[in-house]
């Protein structure tokens, strides 16, 4: 992982969060009128909030315009422009801008999504079916990549752990692991011989990780469908966590008993540990963790914030790792 130099957005490119953020005034409106015994009638139309979005089909669209609205951080939300220009997507190149610019080959409808392993129902099914009766919400989480750059994203989305209790895991089921799509053609960079990923990009939690309330599965960002850039139609978010455990546009999902290979820590197992949770305490071999830039950022404003342990999800998520050497297992 590289890091590279990030551009400030100018007014016209931030034109999208606007209309979102217009839309969550919208909703408090609306939970405000409906407080009042009122209905909301006239909340936006699906089809305006996903004006410059990827074509997500109707049903994707109408769900994620009816998500719940999520509690909101004290930090001020990424830009939508640097959520979606600023991206590791290693399947469409190494540069942060590869991802926007080459990731329109991905076409994420339709999809499917196979559930194998421990579990006493497994199966492949349809997106739509996976999602029927989901009621989807918004997260909006600190997003710390290993390379020490991080946002504050408004993912939409719902806790793995409903899924994975549908198909029932058996007692062998201590891990989950996650697999995205493998194909030259929708993703190109898999063709590469240069590459030093074996494909496909795969990932992995223990089974408390996987339940744990705040580890969810995204299917739209900044209240419309994931762009194909930020990991369409389906990724995963585990915000305690570097980067780059959330896995994108996830084909399948494997309930195990052995601990799996993860696309990082075989690469280079000295740099990128199987659990990688966010910690200041424990560097990069080649860098300090110590700080993070927050983007969007300039040179004049460099916008350096300090790195917090678990990405300041410990009280929540410290008690998984008691008694663990966390210098040993990072
Ligand atoms: N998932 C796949 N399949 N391929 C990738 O290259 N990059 C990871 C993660 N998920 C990656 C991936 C890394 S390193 C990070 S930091 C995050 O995605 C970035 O997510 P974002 O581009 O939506 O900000």
Not at 188 to 204: M, N
Not at 277 to 288: A, E, F, I, L, T
Not at 320 to 327: E, H, K, Q, V, W
Request: hydrophobic share 40%; aromatic share 10%.
């Amino acid at each position: 992982m590289r890091i590279t130099r990030f551009k400030t957005p100018t007014a016209s490119e931030i034109t999208p969060e606007a209309i979102y953020l217009k839309r969550r005034e919208f909703m408090a409106a609306g939970a405000t009128l409906g407080a009042m015994g009122l209905s909301p009638s006239s909340w936006a139309a699906p089809s305006q909030l996903n004006a410059d979005g990827p074509a997500a089909p109707p049903w994707l669209q109408n769900k994620i315009a009816h998500a719940k609205p999520g509690k909101a951080l004290s930090e001020a939300l990424t830009p939508y422009k640097d959520a979606t220009h600023y991206n590791n997507f290693y399947e469409f190149g190494y540069d942060k801008s590869d991802p926007a610019a080459k990731a329109n080959t991905l076409k994420p409808h339709p999809w499917q999504v196979e559930i194998a392993g421990e579990v006493a129902k497994p199966g492949k099914f349809n997106l739509e079916d996976l999602l029927a009766g989901v009621d989807l919400e918004e997260r909006i989480y600190r997003l710390r990549c290993v390379e020490a750059w991080s946002m504050v994203l408004p993912w939409v989305g719902f806790p793995l752990v409903d899924l994975l209790k549908r198909f029932e895991p058996t007692s062998k089921a201590k891990y989950v692991a996650f697999t995205t799509l493998e194909d030259k053609q929708q993703m190109p960079e898999q063709k590469s011989a240069l590459s030093t990923i074996r494909w496909p990009y795969s990932e992995g939690l223990r089974i408390d990780e996987a339940t744990h309330p705040l580890c969810i599965l995204a299917v739209g960002l900044y209240g419309r469908a994931l762009p194909n850039q930020n990991g369409a139609p389906l990724r995963l978010v585990v915000p305690w966590k570097y980067g780059f455990k959330s896995i994108k546009s996830i084909v399948k999902i494997t309930l195990m008993e052995q601990q799996p290979k993860t696309s990082w820590s075989q690469i280079a197992p000295k740099e990128y540990g199987f659990f990688a949770n966010v910690n200041p305490k424990v560097d990069h071999p080649r860098w300090s963790q110590a700080k993070e830039r927050r983007l969007p950022n300039s040179l004049l404003n460099p916008n350096i914030v300090a790195t917090t342990p678990f990405n300041g999800y410990g009280e929540e998520v410290a008690s998984l790792y008691a008694g663990m050497d966390l210098t040993r297992y990072f």
